[in-house]
């Protein structure tokens, strides 16, 4: 995906794209390929496909849940997707970013600070034990590429707030996972409101993001350690 489709094809979700953003985003492919050869942040270099497999994919959640003034929190965001090409779009929203290895936060806090983004954290911790002091303080909770569903929930609703969302964006085999994991998300409050399965332009990759609604508060007993999540998923 070249820069003109990149454009085109969000032009045609209602996304118009600005030459700030723009910039923003040809600053983000540099410095991610430029740290990555530092640390293992992607397998994923080529322009073109950054732009479509990381840029386009992450602004996708934005396709049927259009964002304003959400606190947004993204658990395990890696080199900061979805949530920091969705802060570019976005500039209203409040990111908090969560990962478990230092050496990304220290990346993501010198794009933070080379994109001039304003109202964004990034925090090196568990996303269970970052649970522990934030239960039920974000409208939206997002992850991207984590672990699979059934693992996933429980990690992520803990931190929604009653009335928001938790928008998994997941491959191929999302529908897949949600069978497995549809009566841990209602255990711990969840229910799925609606599923968005599509390809990504150009090729026949799958893509499936769930959006799942929060309409009661999570169970204090949850999350548990992650080892007992991976262990036995709900």
């Known amino acids: 995906m070249d820069i003109q489709a990149f454009i085109d094809a969000l032009k045609a979700q209602g996304i118009e794209l600005t030459s700030r953003m723009l910039e923003q985003f040809e600053l983000y492919y540099t410095l991610l390929v430029e740290w ?136 191929s085999q999302g529908e897949v996972e949600w069978q497995e994991a549809c009566h841990g998300v209602q255990k711990l409050g969840g229910r799925l409101e609606h599923m968005h399965a599509f390809t990504l332009p150009g090729t026949e990759e799958k893509r499936v993001n769930l959006y799942i609604y929060k309409e009661k508060a999570t169970p204090k007993a949850y999350p548990r350690l992650f080892a007992k999540i991976k262990k036995n998923p709900l």
């Open 36 to 171: 990555n050869e530092k640390m293992n942040l992607t397998h994923i270099t080529q322009k073109q496909d950054v732009y479509l497999k990381h840029f386009y994919d992450s602004l996708t959640l934005a396709f049927d849940h259009p964002l304003s003034h959400e606190h947004l929190m993204d658990i395990g965001a890696g080199a900061g997707f979805p949530s920091i090409p969705l802060k570019i779009v976005y500039p209203d929203i409040r990111v908090t970013i969560v990962d478990s290895l230092n050496k990304r936060i220290t990346f993501l806090n010198h794009l933070i600070d080379a994109l001039a983004l304003e109202q964004v954290e990034a925090v090196a911790a568990r996303a269970e034990a970052y649970a522990a002091g934030h239960r039920e303080q974000a409208d939206i909770v997002t992850a991207r590429a984590v672990a699979r569903l059934q693992i996933l929930d429980e990690l992520c609703l803990p931190l929604v707030k009653p009335g928001g969302w938790f928008i998994a964006l997941k491959g």
